[in-house]
């Protein structure tokens, strides 16, 4: 996922200078600068901040999409050429100020709301419901044939059963795999490193027994996938949050009241489905974050 790469700060403000005046078509701009990443959750996401802020307050906004990474979106929020993004908490982990090492939940979105709003005055709002992380995942036939539901069930199995993996994971020596092995006592019999869009196929087609995957993708709904509980807490949480720039918090405080409606309100399950109806039924971001609001009751008729 995009939210892991670092780009070099001289690559990151090409991008900005060249991306953002073609994405708002060099036109004027909006009371309020919506960003979002380049993955399909983060785009309805920034659709329901617009759609909000629309309709509760007298601000206008506009929503900037296919930012290529979390480090960009950041150097766009300290430049000021977006106000607004969704980012997740274990973005504490990319270096930006001094850190608790932890994988204590809490404690990483503590620092997450105290580090971003010293260092950058960032209001980090209270989680929206849901973690975006790694999540190791098998059929769900499988699941309940052998009474899956938490990594360590796989443990006694474990020797017999082939992994499918994204190659760089395998390679990251903090969080990859040989950390991943001793701390959950775990090695698989064997392991396919490929590409990470490839791993969900894979494991529905009986290629591989589990692979690695992220808790909110599509296409764990669209191939009848079960995600197995971290229950030793190895991933690093990544709860997602609303984020905005202080002064335009102070600025348009109504817009920020409009926002925290959305503070609690989506869980795994609700993100998984809404991601889908974008990836897999080809509905616009717009169209789901809208008729989510509705349905929720967030949104006026």
Known sequence: MTRHFKLKPAIAGLLIAVILPAASGCGIRSDIVIGAQTFTETKILAEMYKA??????????????????????????????????????????????????????????????????????????????????????????????????????????????????????????????????????????????????????????????????????SRLKAYDLKTLEDDKQFFPPYDASTVMRGDIAKKYPEAEAALTKLIGTLDVETMVDLNYQVDIEKKSEREVAVSYLKQVGLLKE
């Open 52 to 217: 909000l802020i629309e309709d509760r307050t007298d601000a206008t906004a506009e929503v900037i999409p296919d930012l290529a990474s979390s480090p960009l979106v950041l150097s766009a929020m300290k430049k000021g050429d977006i106000d607004i993004a969704t980012l997740y908490s274990g973005e504490i982990f990319n270096n930006h100020f001094p850190i608790e090492e932890t994988k204590d939940r809490a404690r990483v979105l503590e620092q997450a709301q105290q580090g971003f709003l010293k260092f950058y005055n960032l209001k980090w709002f209270d989680p929206l419901g849901f973690e975006n992380t790694y999540a190791f995942t098998v059929r769900k036939d499988v699941a309940e044939q052998k009474g899956y539901t938490k990594i360590s069930d796989v443990k006694p199995d474990a020797g017999s059963m082939r992994l499918g993996v994204d190659t760089t994971w395998l390679e990251r020596p903090s969080d990859g795999y040989p950390a991943f092995s001793k701390h959950y006592g775990i090695t698989f019999g064997t392991i396919y490193p490929m590409e990470l869009a490839l791993v969900y196929q894979a494991v529905a087609n009986r290629q591989v027994d589990i692979v690695l995957a992220y808790s909110t993708d």
